[in-house]
């Protein structure tokens, strides 16, 4: 059996539900494979402060990947290992698009998110994330501030269809990954440098910690997590994964709804 010393976890459809937080077999499984001597880092699409609730609540100590790819930040220090930030002109043009096409944007730096109207979408976002967006006009912050990552919220295929058409016209700009949270059926997109993936990512946490890919797990459920699948030595996709995921995995979990992270820690290294 493969002796792992690194667990990478997607957060919303693989970690997280419904809900803000995981649920009690989850937890109970990662403080397991904790006392086993497993690292256990998020790599998300999520911004850092959108996660410190569940780090906190899991004692996650360590580094995690957030915004797919674009940071990687030690818990609880928030010291920054690496960050790469979008460029300005992309950002410029995706507040734009959003607001030609009506679509909801958050805009995130390191340590704050913003938003350009309340709204239910916005209050939605406040519940799950558990932080308070700063609401302003948001090209005010081109060039004032570091954006790391523009996200785009769809909740019907009439939005989505909108969304689509921004992510065509955003493709000389910067990266934009979909994921779909099956616990709300909204669409998410992210908006980051085209130099980054969560792939990059694992790649760069590995050699800062001396871990050897050949000892890592990865376990996600959706089209953002395929960089991470291309390194991991070991891919574990959510039952309601799409199925160009599930063909890269080596084994196929239950679904969020049924406790599929836990499923496979129980799996690959509490049985091991």
Not at 13 to 37: F, H, N, S
Not at 198 to 217: N, V
Not at 235 to 264: C, F, I, N, R, Y
Request: hydrophobic share 45%; with cysteine.
């Amino acid at each position: 059996m493969t002796n792992y010393r690194l667990l990478v976890l997607d957060v919303d459809g693989t970690l997280v539900g419904q809900g803000a937080y995981p649920t009690p077999r989850v937890a109970e499984a990662i403080m397991e494979a904790q006392q086993k001597g497993i690292a256990i880092a998020l790599g998300t699409g999520r911004a850092s402060e959108a996660c410190y609730h569940i780090l906190n609540k899991l004692n996650l100590n360590g580094l995690h990947i957030f915004f797919d790819g674009a940071a990687i930040v030690d818990w609880p220090s928030h010291d920054i290992i690496s960050l790469q930030a979008l460029p300005p002109r992309a950002a410029e043009r995706l507040i734009e698009l959003s607001r030609e096409y009506d679509l909801f944007l958050e805009i995130y730096a390191h340590d704050f998110y913003f938003i350009e109207k309340e709204g239910e979408l916005a209050e939605h976002q406040k519940q799950k994330l558990q932080i308070q967006p700063l609401v302003t006009d948001l090209k005010s912050l081109v060039g004032r501030i570091k954006i790391v990552k523009g996200q785009l919220l769809a909740t019907n295929a009439e939005q989505k269809r909108r969304a689509d058409i921004v992510t065509r016209e955003m493709d000389s700009f910067c990266k934009m990954s979909w994921s779909l949270d099956p616990s709300n059926n909204i669409y998410f997109g992210n908006a980051i440098s085209r130099f980054v993936s969560k792939g990059d990512a694992l790649r760069e946490m590995t050699d800062y910690l001396g871990i050897d890919l050949r000892q890592t797990l990865a376990v996600g459920d959706s089209f953002n997590d395929v960089s991470i699948f291309e390194v991991a030595h070991t891919k574990v996709a959510m039952g309601h994964a799409p199925d160009g995921l599930k063909q890269l995995a080596d084994w196929v979990a239950p679904s969020v709804t049924e406790d599929g992270v836990a499923a496979a820690i129980e799996k690959f290294i509490l049985n091991d």
